[in-house]
């Protein structure tokens, strides 16, 4: 009621403030301009109204509740880092797509020649500044394989090409032009520093054998098979070392599988044919084993069912367990999980001879007697054991440092190959206290970059001394306060990039797939180690960590696109 009543007096005083209407006269009467103006009384009134009114009509609306906070917050974090990790996976593809141009060779700078495309040489290659040396790279194969994920590529888990870097691609990204020679280095002589390669491609040129002269030299040319002297394992076993190994290992499953259904075929043969025999209970043997049981489990039983009664995997080792640098638990539950997956583990059992058809083997039984036993096979996979290169024994031959020396190079604290002078080894060529795994490999490829990169900056650092010493000696007294000063100063540098420290490992942990999606992990954290054994988290752990560890961001995406490949329409059960 008051509302309306204030609404009367404001329309009442609104009607007295109307101009009130002029009697028409016979002369013409003009307005002046300010009768059509509104008054400010009359502009305040109005605009009271309108506010009152709008007071009334309109509903007071409370603030809307926030609701969801947490979850629209989370949203546009993932809306912008999946942004964000879209730009940064383009810029990364565009990167490796369109390489910038090189320094070209000096012929004043010092040359470098690296042996080998492995883990070591790799690490050295990717972290070296190539601009400060004439860079030489000598290899049989011209691409560096990611071998963790060697066991999948038999199974047709990862293709062969998903886990291979083309070293093209690497040496192109280097500032400094790198130069490549696909061949075999067969022999190093120390004495007039060169090395003498090789050419043993099906294709060969006029000239197939030449040498290299070098001022410093890398050896990593790795390390081969080792038989330990077995009768008949390097004519009938299979090895699992290289890509060629894990394609001729595909093949033969196959053949033996497709040979077993053969019209007619024997009961016996048949369950020799599908009987898989893999000796070495390392990581290699053991992700292999359990590899090639998922194959069986998720794809042949299914698509070859007259197999499922016969096909067995046995895994066999000579020592007491498998993965002896795992822990005692991780060791027990990866035999248990094997058990579980119907792999027969044969432990304490010595190869003796291997044949085309079975092979003979020492077990040690439970009260310490020994019996010889007899394991027919189908496909026997070899995965222990590195022997030395024939270019390493005939290196180590040359040096009478090396008497001693029986798996590899023998090395100071510093990589350099004992009994030389400007020679570096690296990797399974290399005889050092740490194990011959790709870890240590790796490490001490870096090491060595951190070592040429810190002589590069010595080098012109000592010319610059030099000069120096030459124009102090000539200086007047004035002025040789201020070369002192700057000899000083050059002094301190030289020293501080000459103090690096001695190769030193550190033990990042290790990992294992055991089957049935399943890994264990026995990781370094802090001053301790963190081991982890089976279920789905450690597993999608063992996968992320071999997907960081891959070379490139294309072969990221290539084994991801593997993994989901089979995840979808399962692995292919054909005969390559």
């Known amino acids: 009621m008051a509302s309306a009543a204030v609404r009367k007096s404001m329309m009442a005083t609104a009607m007295r403030l109307r101009p009130m209407p002029v009697a028409p006269s016979a002369s013409r009467f003009i307005l002046p301009r300010q009768a059509f103006r509104p008054s400010l009384e009359r502009t305040a009134i109005q605009a009271t109204f309108r506010r009152a009114y709008a007071a009334e009509a309109a509903p007071v609306s409370k603030p809307p509740k926030k609701k969801f906070r947490f979850f629209r917050f989370l949203w546009r974090a993932t809306y912008i880092s999946a942004l964000a990790g879209t730009a940064y996976l383009g810029y990364s593809i565009y990167e490796t797509r369109w390489p910038q141009e090189q320094v070209q060779p000096d012929a004043k700078k010092k040359t470098l020649v690296i042996l080998g495309t492995g883990w070591g040489s790799v690490a050295l290659l990717k972290k070296l500044d190539t601009e400060n040396y004439n860079v030489i790279v000598i290899s049989p194969r011209n691409f560096f394989l990611f071998t963790p994920l060697l066991p999948s590529c038999p199974t047709g888990t990862v293709e062969h090409r998903s ?17 490549f020679y696909e061949a075999e280095a067969t022999k190093i002589d120390h004495a007039r520093r060169v090395v003498t390669i090789t050419d043993n491609s099906d294709i060969q040129g006029d000239v197939n054998k ?16 080792a038989t330990f002297g077995i009768p008949g394992v390097k004519e009938h076993a299979c090895f699992l070392k290289e890509i060629t190994d894990a394609q001729k290992i595909r093949k033969k499953v196959m053949d033996c599988i497709e040979t077993a259904m053969f019209k007619d075929q024997t009961e016996e043969e048949k369950n020799r044919l599908l009987h898989m025999v893999v000796v070495g209970g390392g990581p290699t043997g053991v992700e292999f084993a359990a590899e090639l049981q998922d194959f069986f489990e998720d794809d042949l039983r299914k698509w070859v069912p007259d197999i499922s009664d016969a096909f067995h995997v ?13 822990s005692k638990t991780l060791i027990e539950y990866t035999e248990k999980t094997l058990n579980e997956e119907k792999i027969s583990l044969r432990t304490k059992t010595m190869v003796k001879k291997v044949t085309d058809k ?64 400007g020679i570096w080894a690296l990797g399974d060529c290399s005889a050092t206290k740490y194990a011959p795994t790709a870890q240590v490999a790796s490490q001490q490829g870096a090491f060595l970059a951190r070592l040429f990169n810190n002589m590069a900056k010595i080098t012109p650092l000592e010319a610059d001394l030099e000069h120096l010493q030459t124009i102090r000696e000539t200086a007047d007294e004035s002025d040789r306060e201020s070369v002192d000063r700057e000899i000083a100063k050059k002094t301190k540098a030289v020293r501080k990039i000459k103090t690096l420290s001695p190769f030193e490992y550190t033990h990042q942990g290790s990992l294992a797939y055991i089957g049935m999606e399943r890994a264990v992990a026995d990781i370094s954290w802090w001053n301790g180690n963190f081991a982890s054994g089976g279920g789905g988290l450690t597993y999608l752990f063992w996968r992320s960590a071999y997907l960081s560890m ?27």
């Not at 990221?556 to 292919?572: E, H, T, Y």
Request: proline share 6%; glycine share 6%; hydrophobic share 40%.
């Open 314 to 326: 046995t895994l066999v080792e000579a020592l007491p367990n498998v993965l002896p640098m795992f």
């Open 358 to 421: 079975y092979i003979e083997a020492e077990v040690t039984k439970p009260d310490g007697s020994k019996e010889l036993q007899v394991l027919p096979y189908g496909c026997l996979i070899w995965a222990t054991g590195n022997a030395v290169r024939p270019v390493t024994r005939d290196f180590m031959s040359q040096l009478p440092a090396q008497a001693n020396s029986r798996r590899g190079l023998a090395v100071n604290e510093y990589l350099v190959v004992e009994g030389t002078d």
């Open 550 to 576: 891959c070379f490139s961001t294309r072969n990221r995406i290539l084994v991801i696109m593997d993994w989901v490949k089979v995840k979808v329409f399962g692995r292919d059960v054909s005969r390559e």
């Open 163 to 179: 886990i291979m870097e083309p070293l093209r691609h690497i040496i192109r990204h280097k500032k400094g032009t790198v130069q």
């Open 210 to 225: 030449t040498e290299v002269p070098f001022d410093y030299l890398v050896v990593g040319v790795g390390a081969e098979n």
